[in-house]
């Protein structure tokens, strides 16, 4: 199961950043980061690349693995 788009929201949200933010921070426009939290498109792999090193976290994890059971300090 890709749980991408419960991810970003939910590690954006655990951080306190708000959707402008996190796309100013990685150069994108606020409606793109909605886009990929509400699943209307799927996020490039340079996006993910990015995103991954912004959250250190692997592309494998933000994928693959529900990190809304996830607290802070545990990412």
Request: no cysteine; glycine share 2%; net charge neutral.
């Amino acid at each position: 199961m890709n749980f991408l788009s419960k991810n970003i929201r939910h590690i954006r949200t655990l951080k306190g950043l708000s959707q402008e933010v996190l796309a100013e921070d990685l150069k994108v426009t606020r409606s793109r980061i909605s886009s990929y939290e509400e699943s209307r498109a799927k996020p490039p792999i340079n996006f993910l690349l990015d995103l991954s090193d912004y959250f250190e976290i692997s592309i494998d994890t933000l994928v693959k693995n529900d990190l809304s059971i996830v607290k802070e300090g545990h990412i």
